[in-house]
């Protein structure tokens, strides 16, 4: 049996979960980024953290030279033995490069240099490449209740959606993130990583919108509801914009910049939700809530990028992106409603008053203006 051939049945028993010290003899005279890489984590099985972490090395400097770019989820370019081929082996790449950078992270925390253990943490993040829950759709519908400020008229200036820190969120179980990391330093024997990986999470922003989950199209039903109105426009005196979607918006991945975006739809759990984990998931991290906020049917768009460190930051929309429609809220400002259209007077935008609705006082609908 050649190298070649070797060198793939190992990988495919190594990402199968079968025994990695077992493997260790089928790849020990291979060079490539996944060989050192199963070392490396065959040697920190054996807490013999100083060969990790030259196994480690090893790797980085491989994928580095190389400048190895996923293009395919399910393939990987790999250099293989002495740099006189590329093999494409059929693996799960994204988890492969998210397990080796996490490995990576802690062994460098280990030996105290924080920086480039934040920097392999950080590409753990991108590599975990949550998708979308939405990927077979083209395009989707999404509804965003704001208030009238400086900070909605930027977004509509500026075509962009502002994305934020969890942390400015008004509810402080709107993402578990943060019960889990409070309650880190109880369940980790090793310390030493804990600080890096944490930092890695900062670069995580979040934009919520609403929408009929079941369709992902225009639904009036969902401008309709006064709770909405009352807890996120400013008790009627705000708006609501209704966004279309590409899908290059909605779930996107630069290998390049290290860049994520995805939308990802509420899970709203009844059970007991435990954060005594060593890791997190980015769903269970930013996307589960309590039943309680079950009727909002909420979306959430979920954005990573090592290069922003401020708490807001306005994501481009890009070409097939736009806002379809502005529906005011009934207590909302003339002068308010004005300063909205005119923004917005070169965009084929259709905008509505929402009303009572005379045959129920309890409900309000939207009314064409023109």
């Not at 030259?54 to 400097?61: A, C, F, G, Y």
């Not at 435990?274 to 009727?295: C, D, F, M």
């Not at 935008?349 to 006082?361: A, E, G, L, Q, T």
Request: with cysteine; proline share 2%.
């Amino acid at each position: 049996m050649d190298n070649e051939t070797i060198f793939k049945n190992a990988i495919e028993d190594y990402v199968q979960d079968e025994s990695k010290l077992s493997l260790f003899e089928k790849i020990k005279d291979i060079d490539s980024w996944v060989s050192h890489y199963i070392k490396a984590d065959i040697y920190y099985i054996k807490k013999d953290y100083k060969h990790a972490l030259v196994e480690i090395n090893k790797s980085l400097d491989q994928i580095n030279k190389f400048k190895i770019e996923l293009k395919d989820p399910n393939t990987a370019l790999e250099k293989f033995m002495n740099g006189e081929k590329l093999c494409i082996y059929n693996i799960n790449n994204e988890k492969l490069l998210s397990n080796f950078y996490f490995l990576a992270g802690e062994l460098f925390a280990r030996k105290g240099e924080e920086k480039k253990s934040l920097e392999c943490y950080q590409k753990y993040q991108f590599y975990l490449k949550t998708k979308s829950s939405f990927s077979d759709k083209k395009s989707i519908i999404v509804y965003s209740f704001r208030r009238f400020n400086e900070y909605t008229l930027a977004d509509l200036i500026n075509k962009e959606i502002t994305v934020c820190h969890p942390s400015e969120m008004n509810d402080p179980f709107d993402t578990l993130v943060f019960e889990w990391n409070r309650n880190l330093l109880n369940i980790c024997t090793e310390k030493t990583h804990i600080e890096p990986f944490k930092e890695s999470f900062d670069y995580y922003k979040i934009r919520s919108f609403v929408a009929n989950l079941e369709t992902m199209d225009v639904d009036d039903n969902i401008v309709s509801k006064i709770l909405m109105w009352s807890h996120y426009a400013d008790s009627h005196k705000g708006l609501c914009l209704r966004y279309r979607l590409s899908k290059s918006f909605f779930e996107s991945f630069n290998d390049k910049k290290l860049i994520s975006q995805c939308l990802r739809k509420i899970s709203y759990e009844q059970n007991n939700i435990s954060v005594n984990l060593t890791k997190i998931g980015t769903t269970l991290a930013y996307a589960t809530k309590s039943h309680v906020w079950e009727k909002e049917d909420e979306v959430r768009l979920i954005y990573y990028n090592p290069d922003v460190s401020s708490h807001f930051y306005g994501v481009p929309l890009d070409s097939e992106s736009c806002v379809e429609a502005v529906y005011f809220g009934i207590k909302m400002e003339e002068k308010n409603k004005r300063t909205i259209r005119n923004t917005l007077r070169r965009k084929k935008v259709k905008y509505y008053d929402m009303k009572n609705d005379p045959d129920n006082v309890f409900n309000i609908r939207p009314i064409l203006l023109k």
